[in-house]
């Protein structure tokens, strides 16, 4: 029933959630809760695709990640230095980029819902793994950016765990006038965990155009923005934790996708995500904790 | 003479509606304890908060070991070699202590936080001046008196030689108040200047070198320590001379209003109370004593409803209060003063008169229909401002813009004034200037004359002997004695809070 095609398939559908995940994580360690990670998602496939048909995959992925880092800017500069509640903001980037997106995709390909086909990245067969009788389907033609996600989650927690970057980040995150009066710059370090969270989901989004799908489709994010602060908070803010999170998360999904369980609704599957999460943030299975100040604006002088 | 590190010169800072510091000429000398004192709002945090390049001053200006200097933030601050450690700790409670102290000011090596050289760095400081902290240990696992000694090697680390200290002993209990001054007196010795500030005169007149008192933002004078006394000083504060003891006239008690039997609670397996039973009439003080987290704390939130008890009942005038949410028990007539004004008494960023009526907005006086009537309300609220004292500009103002002891009095005006028939108290005057801490006393007393029962809850001995009637001193979860005001001494409470005599032992067998 779950095979070795079924565990390829489930990574395939882990990737995005992760990536934005370990994005989420970045933004929310720095005090910053980014509901706008779907938006940021919806603007890097389009911006992907629109890349990727002009200069080729790389140029894709690339401009895929610039777009949502801009995307986050704009969140950064409404939540960091306007002090507007996070929530509102995310969901009018989410809105906005819908709008955005649909409107390039009128005016670049004259079609409101999907870019033409676009070249992905030559696929990897992993030396030695892709031998191996259970893990071959996992090891073989594997996506470049599948790669590149799980070197991230790592990456990610060294940075957070062992630099001065992460160390300051997670301060302000935390504490962020102890962080002020010890020279932290709290406006700089939140802006900074903003737009990585917003490069994240926008390479995120570039994987579902240019490597998982070959073009741009309208929806093709599917909620994976929410998912993915689902999984974040699952892996209690932690990389390993999320990347755990979003596996589980990427089989639900591909169970859903498949149907294997003739007797259970896709349905199901869809909804077991945040079922977990509930059940997770609800203290059930663990204690999980968020940084003291996420969601709160900083201010200068008590 | 030794030559001045710090010298302002006709300081001034404004907030809207008043002036926070006016024209303060202070002179701190290198090397020497230099205490602060005044009344609450008297401009002693807005001033160390210029100093350390929090505030910028409006007019004057700074000389730093003689040469002119702008402060321009903490961080330069620091760098100029002032360092503060606030009343309120800035620590991030899930770090180590280790990775609060390099925080802004790490080393690394090859791109990774250097924490083992750090670490080494830290032990060292603590070597060199005899405190007594684990660089591993997270915060959040620290005592108090640990944390604040983070904040001193934060600052040390840094290579501060001026050490900013606002109300470094509000939150200590006296032993740990004693290691304190040992570490301020080493650091002075070494070459480094402390300026704190404190309420407790006594403490003051014994650490400090020089004294200098500001009243309503101006600087009064700069006294030398052995030319002064309590009285003295307080008089400089205040501007009248002050009543340190109050005068209670004998009463009898009447019925019990607050029962307590056999109250247990328990968390995991270990007991945070055990068997407390006590009874406070009306017209009565009662006093509890002990060593911070030796359960008072519990208690009073069992009490109050704010924890449900293992076993035990709470009776208020002879109804079962046991269980009942908050609202409820608060419904019978009981007031409540936490101990911790920032987290339990005042939501800080309401403003001044919504703080001065929560919880007892529902009275029918305040409401029409579903509706606040505002009005009432800000006209109520003036009265209270008036009758209780507090400094504010407007009771518009958010209640985080008042200093420290205002928001004290801020809780105690809404708890003294809904007419309650049992008052709970916890650590009622701190923070509080001489002045206020007479003030509150009489009201207090004057409850009791009233036919209140009022309970308190201090770790300051002198305050509960001077208040109480009877007295209970807690330790370990237990009520190990209970003695009439009148028939002890602070020498023999303080035997029982530290667990020593009869009740020792089984208050110590119980946490093993
Ligand atoms: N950020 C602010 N906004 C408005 N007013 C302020 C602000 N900070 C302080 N004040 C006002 O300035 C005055 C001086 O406050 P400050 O905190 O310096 O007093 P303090 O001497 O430290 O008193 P306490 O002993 O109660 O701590 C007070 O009237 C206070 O309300
Ligand atoms: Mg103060």
């Not at chain 1, 880092?69 to 509640?85: K, Q, S």
């Not at chain 2, 109370?273 to 017209?283: I, K, T, Y």
């Not at chain 2, 007393?445 to 001995?461: F, N, P, Y």
Request: aromatic share 6%; with cysteine.
């Amino acid at each position: 029933m779950i095979g070795g095609e079924m565990l390829a398939s489930a990574i395939r559908m882990t990737i995005p959630i992760l990536l934005t995940a370990l994005g989420a994580i970045h933004a929310e360690r720095s005090g910053i809760v980014n509901i706008g990670l779907e938006g940021m998602m919806i603007v890097g496939s389009f911006w992907a695709a629109f890349g990727a048909y002009h200069y080729g995959p790389l140029a894709g992925l690339l401009f895929g990640i610039m777009a949502g880092g801009a995307l986050a800017l704009v969140h950064a500069a409404a939540t960091v230095t306007f002090r507007v509640d996070h929530i509102v903001s995310g969901v009018a980037l989410n809105i906005i980029a819908y709008g955005t997106t649909r409107f390039a995709s009128l005016s670049i390909f004259d079609r409101a819902t999907t870019s033409p086909h676009v070249q992905s990245l030559p696929a990897i067969d992993i030396p030695v793994l892709d031998r191996l009788p259970l893990i071959a389907p996992l090891a073989s033609n594997v996506s470049p950016v599948v790669i590149l996600t799980f070197a991230l989650v790592f990456l990610t927690r060294w940075v957070l765990s062992e630099t001065t970057f992460g160390l300051r980040l997670r301060a302000v995150g935390e504490n962020p006038q102890a962080a002020d009066t010890l020279g932290v710059n709290v406006f700089a370090m939140r802006y900074a965990g903003v737009i990585i969270s917003g490069l994240f989901a926008g390479l995120a989004g570039a994987y579902l155009a240019v490597e998982h799908t070959g073009m741009y489709v309208e929806g093709m994010t599917q909620g994976k923005g929410f998912i993915a602060l689902a999984a974040m908070i699952f892996g209690n803010w932690g990389p390993i934790g999320a990347m755990g999170a979003s596996l589980l998360f990427g089989l639900s999904e591909a169970l859903a996708l498949r149907q294997v369980v003739e007797f259970i609704p896709y349905e199901f599957f869809k909804m077991l995500p945040y079922v977990l999460t509930i059940i997770v943030v609800g203290g059930i299975v663990q204690r999980s904790r968020p940084p003291a100040a996420v969601g709160t604006s900083y201010e200068r002088g008590e | 003479m030794p030559s001045p590190v710090i010298e302002t010169i006709g300081l001034t800072k404004a907030f809207p509606g008043v002036v926070a510091n006016d024209r303060i000429d202070l002179e701190i000398r290198a090397g020497e304890i230099h205490a602060i004192v005044g009344e609450n709002g008297a401009g002693k945090s807005t001033l160390m908060r210029i100093l350390c390049g929090l505030y910028q001053p409006d007019l004057g200006e700074i000389r730093l070991r003689g040469v002119p200097t702008v402060i321009r933030d903490p961080r330069h601050a620091i760098k100029l070699g002032i360092g503060m450690v606030h009343q309120h700790f800035m620590l991030v409670d899930r770090f180590t202590v280790t990775e609060n102290v390099i925080l802004g000011a790490e080393g690394t090596r090859w791109g990774r936080l250097d924490r083992r050289a750090a670490r080494r760095r830290i032990l060292e400081i603590c070597d060199r001046y005899g405190f007594d902290l684990d660089p591993d240990l997270a915060v959040e696992e620290l005592s108090v008196g640990q944390q604040q000694r983070v904040e001193i090697v934060k600052v040390l680390y840094r290579g501060a030689d001026i050490i900013i200290m606002d109300e470094p002993t509000a939150v200590l209990v006296p032993q740990e108040v004693q290691e304190l001054f040992d570490n301020l007196r080493r650091l002075a010795k070494s070459g480094k200047t402390i300026i704190f500030i404190s309420h407790k005169l006594d403490e003051v007149l014994d650490i400090a070198d020089r004294i200098t008192v500001l009243r309503g933002g101006r600087k009064v004078g700069t006294v030398k320590a052995q030319e002064t006394d309590r009285r003295g000083l307080a008089e400089m504060m205040v501007g009248r001379p002050v009543l340190f003891s109050v005068d209670k006239e004998e009463r009898a008690p009447g019925e019990p209003l607050l029962k307590v039997e056999g109250l247990s609670l328990k968390s995991g397996e270990r007991y945070l109370l055990r068997d407390v039973s006590l009874e406070v009439r009306g017209g009565e003080i009662y006093g509890i004593a002990g060593v911070e987290g030796n359960g008072q704390t519990e208690l009073v939130e069992v009490i109050m409803g704010l924890r449900r008890p293992t076993t035990g009942r709470i009776l208020l005038a002879a109804q079962d209060v046991t269980g009942l949410p908050v609202g409820r028990v608060r419904g019978h007539g009981v007031s409540f003063v936490p101990e911790d004004r920032h987290r339990r008494g005042l939501i800080l960023n309401m403003t001044v008169w919504e703080n001065l009526f929560l919880g007892r907005h529902r009275a029918r006086r305040l409401t029409a229909g579903p509706l606040l009537r505002r009005i009432v309300m800000l006209g109520e609220a003036d009265e209270l401002v008036q009758e209780y004292d507090i400094r504010v500009g407007s009771t518009g103002q958010p209640v985080s813009s008042l200093s420290g002891g205002n928001q004290q009095k801020v809780i105690l005006a809404r708890e003294l004034a809904g007419q309650p028939r049992v008052i709970i108290a916890s650590q009622p005057t701190r923070g509080l200037d001489v002045g206020a801490i007479e003030f509150v006393r009489q009201r207090l007393i004057a409850a009791r004359a009233a036919g209140l029962a009022v309970l308190i809850v201090s770790a300051d001995l002198e305050e509960v002997l001077a208040l109480s009637d009877r007295i209970g001193v807690m330790y370990g979860g237990r009520l190990v004695k209970e003695v009439a005001a009148s028939e002890t001494t602070a020498q023999e409470l303080g035997m029982y809070m530290l667990g020593s005599t009869t009740g020792a032992k089984e208050a110590r067998d119980h946490v093993l």
